[in-house]
C-alpha cells in the first residue's frame, strides 16, 4: 500500500524477528488469523467461472467489475476488456485498449507488448465505460461495442474508479489531482492540486458527486468538498488526525470514497477515524475511532466497515454506536465488505469469501474457487505465492448473484440461496 516501499504484514514479522523482538504486542500485531471450520447455515452455489485475461498480478489494482443489465464488464491490467452474460459468462465482447495491440506475429516472436497498465474502475455510467491507468491516462469505452471513445491524460496515475453524476465524470490522482472530464468528449473542465504528503499510502479516494459538488478524501486525512461547475473549493474537514511518532503512524489518507445518505456524508480514513458530516456546513456529527483504507457500506441505516487490521464492523449510521464487530478475519487483508441479500461479504489475500450474517456478524457461509484448473506445474511454480489467486476488489452484486474477480483474471459468479 506504500509509494515508497512494498511491504508485507509478513515482511514486517521477518524483520522484526531478526532484530530478535519476541514480545507478545508484536506478535498480535502481526497475527494472520487461520481459518477456523465453521457451521455453514448457507450453500454458496459456483453459477460460472471464466477466464478473462491475465488478471492484475500482485500488482496494486482497483479493477472491479461493473454490471449493468444482463451484462458484466471487467478489465485486466495490461489492457483487455471483456463484456461477458451475466447468467452464463459467455463472452459478450472483448477488446485491447492498447494504442498498438499484440499482433499475432508479437505471440509468434515471443515479442513483449507493454502493458497498458488498467488500475481504477470499472465506472459504467452514460452507456459508456471509464477507466484509469497508472500511466495518467482516462478511457471511455462503448458499453455495446467495446470501441475505445476517447482518452484524456490527467496529473498522476488514476489508481480509484472515476465516479460518475450530474452529467460529468471525475477523477482523482495519486499526484493528488482532482480532475473534471465531460463523459462523452473527454475534455477535462477543470483540474486542481490538494495537498500530499511525503508518504502516504498507494490509493487514493474515489470522488463522489452529488449536490453541485465533487466529495474526495485526501492524503492529508481530509474530507474536501469542491464545487463541481467552477472547480473550487467549498469546505474540508479533518477526518484523521496525526497521532503517532513513526512515519508509519502519521499516514492519515482518507482513501475511502464518500458515502452520502441523505445530507449526511460518512467517510474514513487511516490511522483516523469514521465520521458523520453535514454536506451543506462540513460540520463534524459524530466521530469514531476506526482506522480504514476500504470503502465503507452502507445498508438500511447501517455502516460496515473492514478495519486496517482485518475487524468486520457494523455501525449505526444515525448514532455512530457499533452494532457488532468480527475478529475472526484479523489480518488476512479483506477487501470492501459488500452487502448482498442478508449477508456481508468479504474476501481476503488466499481467496477465501466469507459471508457474514448482517444481524449479529457471525460467519454463516465460506466459499473457496475449487483448485481444478490448476495443474502439478503451476503449483509447483507458484507455491510460495499465495496472493496470485487470492481477492484483491469487492465482489460485485448482479441481480441475485455476486460477481467475484480474482487477481489472476478469473472472473465467477456465486448464488445464495
Not at 95 to 100: C, E, L, Q, S
Not at 196 to 217: D, E, F, N, Q
Not at 232 to 255: M, Y
Not at 324 to 339: D, G, K, M
Request: charged share 20%; hydrophobic share 40%; with cysteine.
Amino acid at each position: 500500500m506504500l509509494k515508497q516501499a512494498k511491504f508485507t504484514a509478513i515482511t514486517f514479522a521477518l524483520l522484526f524477528g531478526l532484530a530478535g523482538c519476541e514480545s507478545n504486542e508484536i506478535k498480535e500485531e502481526f497475527r494472520i488469523a487461520e481459518i477456523k471450520p465453521i457451521n455453514s447455515t448457507k450453500e454458496v452455489e459456483l453459477v460460472w467461472r471464466e477466464t478473462a485475461g491475465s488478471g492484475v498480478d500482485n500488482y496494486f489494482s482497483n479493477l472491479t467489475p461493473a454490471a449493468i443489465g444482463d451484462v458484466i464488464f471487467v478489465a485486466n491490467r495490461d489492457g483487455e476488456v471483456v463484456a461477458l452474460e451475466k447468467d452464463s459468462g459467455d463472452e459478450v465482447w472483448s477488446t485491447d485498449v492498447r494504442v498498438a495491440p499484440p499482433t499475432l506475429w508479437d505471440a509468434l516472436t515471443f515479442t513483449t507488448v507493454k502493458p497498458e497498465k488498467l488500475s481504477g474502475g470499472i465506472t459504467a455510467a452514460y452507456n459508456n465505460l471509464y477507466i484509469g491507468t497508472e500511466n495518467g491516462d482516462v478511457l471511455a469505452l462503448s458499453q455495446e461495442t467495446g470501441e475505445v471513445l476517447w482518452r484524456t491524460e490527467v496529473k498522476g496515475e488514476v489508481v480509484a474508479a472515476p465516479s460518475a453524476g450530474e452529467g460529468w465524470i471525475a477523477v482523482t490522482t495519486a499526484a493528488g489531482f482532482v480532475a473534471a472530464l465531460h463523459p462523452d468528449t473527454g475534455e477535462i473542465r477543470w483540474q486542481i492540486a490538494t495537498d500530499v504528503p511525503a508518504l502516504s499510502l498507494r490509493g487514493t479516494s474515489s470522488p463522489t458527486i452529488a449536490g453541485g459538488g465533487v466529495l474526495v478524501g485526501t492524503a492529508t486525512g481530509k474530507l474536501s468538498v469542491i464545487v463541481l461547475e467552477r472547480g473550487i473549493p467549498a469546505w474540508e474537514q479533518a477526518i484523521g488526525t496525526t497521532q503517532g511518532s513513526t512515519e508509519l503512524e502519521k499516514l492519515i489518507d482518507a482513501d475511502s470514497k464518500p458515502i452520502i445518505n441523505g445530507s449526511t456524508i460518512f467517510s474514513i480514513a487511516y490511522n483516523g477515524n469514521l465520521a458523520a458530516l453535514d454536506m451543506m456546513s462540513g460540520r463534524v456529527l459524530w466521530k469514531r475511532e476506526y482506522s480504514s483504507y476500504r470503502n465503507l457500506a452502507m445498508d438500511a441505516g447501517v455502516l460496515y466497515l473492514t478495519d486496517a487490521k482485518g475487524n468486520v464492523i457494523a455501525v449505526d449510521s444515525a448514532s455512530g454506536i457499533e452494532k457488532w464487530t468480527s475478529s475472526e478475519l484479523y489480518n488476512r487483508r479483506l477487501t470492501q465488505p459488500v452487502v448482498y441479500k442478508d449477508t456481508i461479504v468479504v474476501g481476503d489475500y488466499e481467496g477465501y469469501f466469507h459471508f457474514l450474517d448482517k444481524e449479529s456478524g457471525q460467519i454463516v457461509s465460506r466459499f473457496k474457487f475449487a483448485d481444478y484448473d490448476r495443474s502439478i506445474f503451476w503449483w509447483f511454480v507458484n507455491w510460495f505465492n499465495f496472493d496470485e489467486v487470492g481477492a484483491y476488489v469487492e465482489p460485485v452484486v448482479s441481480g441475485d448473484k455476486l460477481i467475484i474477480q480474482t487477481r489472476d483474471g478469473k472472473v465467477s459468479a456465486l448464488r445464495l440461496p
